[in-house]
């Protein structure tokens, strides 16, 4: 927060001033787009002639509406967030879809856009707000023939959910008469404070900025704002002062232009005091304006809430002046058609408002003029006439008889006009369609359009939907490309930790402050040629098959599936998930063994069946020198015996045998060991000097081949 001096105070109020004075707000368009009758000049109907209103600002809007919408909400991105390099793809597409399901999803998406896009077509330029928004829910919950236990249950998760509640009307408990306990039952109120993201379409009548800004974004702009009527209760939650609230001037009254947009020829608003101040209404001014506030010598961004007739500065409830710096301007604006170096724009209905003047005048003579063909004019002498000559002829009834008296009746009726006023009137819609590109060829209107070359009415409607695409571009790098980067900006700063959404066809957790600061951004439009992209989706699915079995490595899953992706979204289906799986989240498939080689397998065969035979003379041998040092010893066992040798002698004798066994042993399986390498390397050679022959038996390659390729 930071105070204003009172000359800057007067600034600002003078800021605001001077930008509502300058704001031009297509009143008159509006009305010919509700095709109300003239309120004054030459075009104010006559009573008991033709009122016609033509309704050519109405019919040229309603047109350019339906195709700019169909471009805009044909595709499932409007809008998709550039990634800055290969490790940013996964993040930038996760904020495209987060800012997307803000738009569309926790705000009434379709409702904003058709409602930001028509105004921009009826009164050239059209502004949307967003940013936070703290809002008080309330709950009324009625509870009957409850448990001491299930209302202890019912508080318990009340105080969970962080509600404030007021009991409203309780019934039952304790019975005072007979001391049993009833049945429990209460009305309760809820209240929570929680907030909210909002985007919401405000009234050009309401929005104000500096008259001669020059350019459509309002980036920099001096000073612009939202002026609206509020109810002191209102401004009261908001936390505004009693007494700043008593200094506002109180309302000054609908302006004309919110007049015309409530008020028709048919229908009138009107609202009866009630007596409770908090319904009183004031004009409250919610302005940003770059001034000086803190003396540096350089103009800050502030936001400043003024009220009444004078932009009084409001205070809040602590004292403190309602002011404070900000980041940014929190409006967007489009226009369909960019005026260089002027901010306001213009508007198909704009281009028409002649055409529809013109076109009524001529109607409405064409209508008097059948009127009066329909009722011709009696001549008759009046001397040879009856008495109820005159009288029969002022009773139209149809049937009744004429008592002429002899007189000769002629009825006289005026010269048609049609013949005069039709040309007339298809110049004025050839002139309304080269001008909107509206053409009647679009709507599907034109009888005698089977009776045209087809390419020339194809020529004719490429024409209107070019127009029509120019708009929507102009609208896509504009405003609608300032306020989808602003919700980015706004999440990133915002106090909303974690969002789900779903990514894949699998809902995850996001949390926007770990985002970076983007600038650039695609806006996708020009949708509405489906079948061009399914023709070129189709042309690369014929490509990547022919790849593919050629072995070529331009190709992979990966390509194939988002082929398939990108050729469902131009049916209008979001994802591939549910009917392929994405090679990109499936685990990696083991590596393919490789055939092994015949020859190979032959000498592997081989060498088992050496190796099994080396074991069975090893195990035979080894067998066989064990059996030698048994005999051995039991023979020198009973020769000693017999020479009658000592103890320690015969195990002396029988230690140096075994060792001298053992070793016989070791040599023979070294041998043994020998002879199998030997046949596994002679085996493994056989292989190779076959293969060599093998190659060598080929022809040579001629050198001028090999230089050539």
């Not at 994405?582 to 190979?600: C, I, K, V």
């Not at 020198?625 to 002698?649: N, P």
């Amino acid at each position: 927060m930071m105070a204003l001096s009172d000359e800057l105070k007067s600034t600002i109020s003078d800021l605001i001033t001077n930008a509502q004075s300058g704001t031009d707000i297509g009143t008159e368009l509006f009305d010919r787009y509700m095709a109300e009758p003239y309120a004054e000049g030459p075009l104010v109907a006559v009573k008991g002639r033709s009122s016609f209103v033509s309704s050519d600002v109405s019919d040229v809007v309603e047109s350019v509406f339906t195709e700019v919408m169909d471009v805009f909400t044909s595709t499932n991105s409007m809008v998709d967030f550039d990634p800055v390099g290969e490790e940013d793809e996964a993040a930038s597409k996760q904020e495209t879809a987060v800012v997307n399901h803000i738009f569309w999803e926790k705000n009434p998406g379709f409702e904003i856009l058709s409602t930001w896009v028509k105004e921009a077509l009826i009164q050239k330029n059209a502004y949307v707000r967003r940013g936070w928004v703290e809002k008080e829910r309330i709950e009324i919950e009625e509870y009957e023939d409850l448990t001491p236990d299930e209302l202890i249950v019912i508080s318990q998760e009340l105080d969970a959910q962080d509600y404030e509640y007021k009991v409203l009307e309780k019934s039952g408990g304790i019975n005072e008469e007979t001391g049993e306990l009833d049945p429990i039952g209460f009305k309760v109120r809820c209240a929570k404070k929680d907030k909210r993201y909002v985007i919401e379409a405000i009234p050009n009548e309401e929005f104000f900025c500096t008259p001669r800004w020059g350019k459509i974004t309002l980036e920099g702009v001096p000073v612009c704002g939202h002026a609206r009527h509020m109810k002191r209760g209102e401004l009261k939650a908001m936390g505004f002062s009693d007494e700043s609230l008593d200094r506002a001037s109180g309302d000054e009254g609908d302006t004309e232009e919110k007049t015309n947009r409530n008020v028709t020829e048919t229908t009138t608003e009107g609202e009866e005091a009630t007596g409770d101040e908090s319904m009183a209404e004031i004009m409250v001014y919610e302005t940003y304006v770059y001034a000086d506030a803190d003396g540096d010598g350089i103009a800050e961004l502030l936001k400043v809430w003024a009220a009444g007739s004078n932009n009084t500065v409001l205070d809040w409830e602590d004292g403190s002046e309602a002011v404070e710096e900000v980041s940014g301007i929190p409006f967007s604006a489009i226009t369909p058609y960019l005026v260089p170096h002027r901010h306001l724009g213009r508007a198909p209905a704009e281009m028409v408002t002649d055409v529809a003047a013109g076109k009524t005048v001529l109607m409405r003579h064409t209508l008097d003029n059948l009127y009066a063909t329909g009722f011709p004019r009696p001549h008759y002498d009046e001397n040879q006439a009856g008495s109820d000559t005159f009288s029969d002829l002022q009773n139209v009834s149809p049937g009744t008889p004429v008592r002429t008296g002899g007189a000769m009746i002629e009825w006289v009726s005026p010269p048609s006009v049609v013949g005069s006023t039709l040309p007339l009137i298809e110049m004025f819609d050839s002139l309304k369609e080269n001008r909107t590109g509206a053409t009647r060829y679009n709507q599907g209107l034109d009888a005698e359009s089977l009776n045209k070359t087809a390419s020339g009415v194809n020529q004719i409607m490429n024409a209107g939907q070019k127009k029509n695409k120019m708009i929507a571009r102009t609208m896509a790098e504009t405003g609608i490309r300032d306020l989808f980067l602003g919700i980015h900006a706004d999440l990133r700063r915002g106090p909303m930790k974690e969002i789900a959404v779903k990514l894949l066809g699998e809902w995850v957790s996001v949390n926007p402050r770990t985002w970076k600061h983007r600038t650039d951004m695609t806006v996708n439009i020009g949708q509405d040629d489906r079948d061009e992209l399914r023709q070129g989706y189709m042309l690369f699915g014929n490509l990547q098959r022919e790849l593919a079995q050629a072995g070529s490595r331009m190709v992979d899953d990966a390509k194939i599936y988002e082929t398939a992706e990108r050729m469902g979204k131009t049916f209008g289906i979001k994802s591939a998930a549910p009917f392929l799986n994405d090679p990109r989240l499936m685990p990696p498939e083991a590596p393919a063994q490789q055939a092994p080689d015949p020859a190979l397998i032959i000498a592997k065969a081989q060498i088992d069946n050496m190796n099994a035979e080396t074991a069975r003379r090893d195990k035979e041998a080894t067998a066989k020198i064990e059996l030698e040092r048994v005999k051995a010893e039991r023979d020198f066992f009973i020769k000693s015996k017999m020479a009658g040798l000592k103890d320690d002698e015969i195990a002396a004798k029988i230690t140096e045998d075994a060792e001298r066994l053992e070793l016989d042993r070791h040599k023979a399986v070294m041998k043994d060991d020998f002879d199998r390498d030997k046949l596994e390397v002679d085996a493994l050679t056989g292989v190779l000097r076959e293969k060599t022959a093998v190659v060598n038996s080929e022809p040579p390659i001629p050198y001028s081949e090999v230089t050539d390729g």
